[in-house]
């Protein structure tokens, strides 16, 4: 199925590693042209230029998403480089505190997670949003995640910044809706990477002493289809929902996540 998204206009956070990675790649297979941004623009340059090889216009971007007027200078910059834009996917995230229940849970670390995960996505969605809203058209991709919809215990300040993004996505879609944009958001569940495995795998590990495979086979039981996401079945998912396939599809949470939200 052609999804037409070639010569779109897509900008991403948090692209340079992982799920951000996996995505940037998906889109450039696509031919749509990119907008990568982040705070360190060095660790994105690597998958930026993977990106040109596969034929895909780029441009880099610096940009703190938590500072509002540094998300409104990166959708003129968007802008200026490309004349619109037609998608935006919020990848970049944290993880938070790791196997701390709620109440040894420090204030700081509670509003650092929130202000990563929710401030973050909200600044970008209201800085695109504008010359969406002009154009009457727009694809929005919050990426969250399925502790944010049944919660973990050893995750409350990661779960709460990932039930906060829902929030913000439905009602985006339900105010962004009459000018044709559609607003959702992709639930990964564990997603096997470098931080799945050294941080995730690793606490359970550490708990149960137990191997880091042992972990790993634990946690893949929890899912209906006993297995892992990987960073690609995520990027399937952003793909689908960027493009017009999608087009009556909006406010939804898409657990991409082997059947464990639903368990």
Known sequence: ???QLKDKVVVIT????????????AFAKEGAKLVLTGRDTAAIDP????????????????????VGTQTEALAQ?????FGRIDVLVNVAGGSGPIGKTGWETTEEEF????????????????????????????????????FGMRGRAGRMAYSASKWGLRGI??????????????????????????RFREKVCAEMSNKLGIT?????????ADYALKRVSTDVDVANACLFLASDVARQITGVDLPVDGGFAML
Do not use: W
């Open 212 to 220: 880091l495979e042992e972990a790993m086979t634990r946690h893949a």
């Open 77 to 81: 910059e968007a802008l200026a480089a």
């Open 47 to 66: 998958v930026a230029t993977q990106a040109r090889a596969l034929g895909a216009a780029v441009v880099i971007v610096k940009c703190d998403l938590t």
């Open 14 to 25: 948090g692209p340079a590693k992982g799920m951000g990675r996996a995505i940037t790649l």
């Open 111 to 146: 509003n650092e997670i929130v202000q990563l995960n929710m401030t973050g996505s909200f600044n970008t969605i209201k800085a695109v949003l504008p010359s969406m809203i002009e154009r009457a058209s727009g694809k929005i991709v919050n990426v969250g995640g399925t």
């Open 169 to 194: 996505t439905k009602s985006f879609a339900l105010e962004a809706g009459a000018y044709g944009i559609n607003v959702n958001c992709v639930a990964p569940g564990m997603v096997d990477g470098p």
């Open 1 to 3: 199925m052609d999804l």
